[in-house]
């Protein structure tokens, strides 16, 4: 007899033998809610993330920043749309994902609800915005469901030369003018900590973290993979002569990692909750994009038919 | 495809090789229906073992772009190098990255 036990035992089984579950593998249902959750969440921090950088497309100081950074920003939207479709495997129609975005429901990572005020933090975002999600993303490479992981080893071919644009903007930045070098350790110093609140609340107060390592969604947890971005991104700081706004930062001989301060989770709860410095704004700024593209979508579709019928007759 | 309808249609098969990997197109074969056609590509495509899962797609329900036109298609892409990491220039010294 298979009864739910035995199928979760098998499920269970699966996964411990690392192998991926796919779309028409039985499932638990909170395994598929999470995933659900999860992907959706991404998919649209992917489309969210476009808007703070989309805001110096027209003002890149050069043609050639332009087009990369239209480039990266291009980029993110192909990373949206593999994520949709990774979740409409999962049995969610794609309207109502996107429904969930607009209407406020879902949630999307915080960092995009803090405004790009200089042209460094568009280098800010790639080198430490990226940088954290890239390590996030290595490890969603090897999670447990198929069709997201296989959007992941897309992504992270894709994601590679994001990072590198954004730091290369920084180390010019860094090594130009007094006021250039002022404003890149500025960028710093407004996206260093919200860079770090990405990985998300501490192992500690992360009470679903220990279902989705069981499940293996995630294999690494956010403190882990918080402390590896430190580490690597202290030393990139120090090579292009920049200051990490943490007066508490000091290699630590004996863990061999970096001793760092403490987070100020009261402003990650207040951002998370819809009180950041441009949650409403983000929120509108997809709602009329939304709007505005309603005629396009349906004229698509008239002129599809108009073709069809042409071909008919 | 023919008017004759005891004519089988053809199917595009597609083959995961692996737990965990894509269904890659292998080639295609003509059926009665979905169902024949996965059981067909079994006996043709995974002898030896070499598929855990088959997709099987109508070919009618292909539609493909022109080879001809490849030049023009996929040109905008020629001069686009910064879309790939090695067009960045990092500092000395700089690690993981
Ligand atoms: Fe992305
Ligand atoms: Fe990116």
Redesign the interface.
Known sequence: MTDVKNLEDIFQAKIDAE??I?PKDWMPDAYRKNLIRQISQHAHSEVVGMLPEGNWITRAPSL?RK??LL?KVQ?EAGHGLYLYSAVETMGVSREQTIDDLLSGKAKYSSIFNYPTLTWADIGAIGWLVD?AAIMNQVMLCRTSY?PY??AMVRICKEE??H???G??IM?VLAKGTPGQKEMAQDALNRWWWPSLMMFGPTDANSPHSAQSMKWKIKRQSNDELRQIFID?TV??AE??GLTIPDPDLKWNEETKHYDWGTIDWTEFNNVVAGNGPCNKERLAARNKAHNEGAWVREAAVAYAAKKAKRKAA | MSDNPNNWPLWEIFIQSK??L?HKHVGSLHAADPQMAIENARDVYTRRQEGN?IWVVASQHVHASRPEDAESFYDPADD?A????T???????????
């Open positions: 192998q991926k796919e050639k087009a990369i480039a980029d940088g198929g992981a296989r590679s030369f990072q590198r644009q730091y290369e180390a690597r030393q990139q090579v292009i | 737990r965990g894509e899962s686009k910064y879309r790939h990491p067009f960045y220039t990092m500092p000395e010294g700089a690690k993981y990255i």
